[in-house]
């Protein structure tokens, strides 16, 4: 019997993960430059990664933490990729 809801279940419990966690409203370059942040690159080697002035990178991230309503590089990591241990 669990064997046949297991997969119900499953799909239930990623549900409820989506629904406390809801993914962010990012552009794709917000969220590539997000995944760079969270591994702790500095803005100089994201600047370098996507050909970007670091100017743009500062920008990037203000615009990040405007759409999450956080202050902080990691917060936004935080905020993004709840389930991600860094």
């Known amino acids: 019997m669990l064997a046949l809801l297991r997969p119900h279940l499953h799909e ?13 409203d990012l552009t794709v370059r917000q969220w590539e430059l997000l995944r760079l ?8 080697e994201i600047a370098g990664t996507l050909s970007i002035s670091t100017d743009t990178v500062r920008k990037h991230l203000e615009n990040i933490f405007g759409r999450l309503g956080v202050a902080a590089r990691m917060a936004a990591v935080a905020k993004a990729f709840p389930d991600w241990s860094l």
């Open 12 to 24: 239930l419990n990623e549900e409820l993960k989506r629904q406390r966690h809801p993914i962010p």
């Open 37 to 44: 942040t969270a591994r702790r690159h500095t803005n100089a």
